[in-house]
């Protein structure tokens, strides 16, 4: 089956306490991308990878860090969490733009829920 | 002012009620359009494109007016199973740039039986 998967799906955890949440997808997609969703600002781009070793900033990258090594993984990296990063992530996968289309649909992972105390 | 603009509802209608949920954008430079579905606490998942002729599918009907950065979505005979957030979504990546996704922060229907 398609699919984004995300672990974990909850976490609780105490301000400064690294931590990472890996995305991996299995339809060969190059591009991947972190979100975060809050209420009332919607979903909001943290990082994006075009592809293997390249990645770049969206609009929220303050606190995280992203690397992409391989095709079908993508982990966020929190090193410090901070109660303002409680929110709702979603991790997501498409093919490029350019491969003929202006947009390819974007898959979302089922998203992991965060509370930093 | 927000780049992708929309009505948060929530939008309470009956079974069988025609409801129209309206987006603005502000980048006129923007290259396409959507609709996603999101369902309490879950991924959202794209509904349908938006293209300027305007497009359907089945009860769902959409349009782009780009001379008003307007976009549109239309739900005919409603059924239960349409309550959801729904999310107006705007690229403004180009070519090989990137799928730069703009999320509105979406409307919520609630279809009553």
């Known amino acids: 089956e398609a699919q984004v998967t995300q672990n974990p799906r909850y976490l609780i955890t105490v301000t400064g306490k690294k931590l990472t949440v890996t995305c991996s997808q299995n339809?060969?997609?190059?591009?991947m991308s972190w979100y975060r969703q809050d209420p009332g600002l919607g979903l909001r781009q943290i990082y994006y990878?075009?592809?293997?070793?390249?990645?770049d900033k969206g609009d929220v990258p303050e606190g995280y860090k992203v690397s992409r090594k391989e095709k079908r993984n993508f982990p966020l990296i929190l090193e410090s969490p901070s109660p303002n990063q409680t929110s709702l992530y979603f991790c997501?996968?498409?093919?490029?733009?350019?491969?003929?289309?202006?947009?390819?649909?974007?898959?979302f992972g089922p998203g992991t829920r965060l509370t930093v105390l | 002012r927000k780049e992708v603009e929309q009505d948060p509802g929530p939008f309470n209608v009956p079974e069988g009620a025609t409801v129209a949920f309206n987006c603005t954008y502000s980048?006129?430079?923007?290259?396409?359009f959507f609709w996603y579905r999101q369902d309490c606490r879950k991924e959202p998942k794209l509904l349908m494109s938006?293209?300027?002729s305007g497009n359907e599918d089945g009860r769902f009907t959409a349009q782009l007016n780009r001379a008003s950065q307007y976009i549109s979505l239309l739900i005919r005979d409603s059924k239960l199973s349409d309550s959801a957030t729904y999310l107006c979504?705007?690229?403004?990546?180009?070519?090989?740039?990137?799928?730069?996704?703009?999320f509105g922060t979406g409307t919520l229907l609630a279809v009553q039986p």
């Open positions: 990878s075009m592809n293997v070793e390249v990645t």
């Open positions: 339809m060969n997609h190059e591009y």
């Open positions: 938006v293209y300027s």
């Open positions: 980048n006129s430079a923007s290259q396409s």
């Open positions: 997501a996968s498409s093919l490029p733009s350019y491969q003929g289309r202006l947009y390819n649909e974007q898959f």
């Open positions: 979504v705007v690229n403004t990546g180009y070519g090989g740039a990137t799928n730069k996704l703009i």
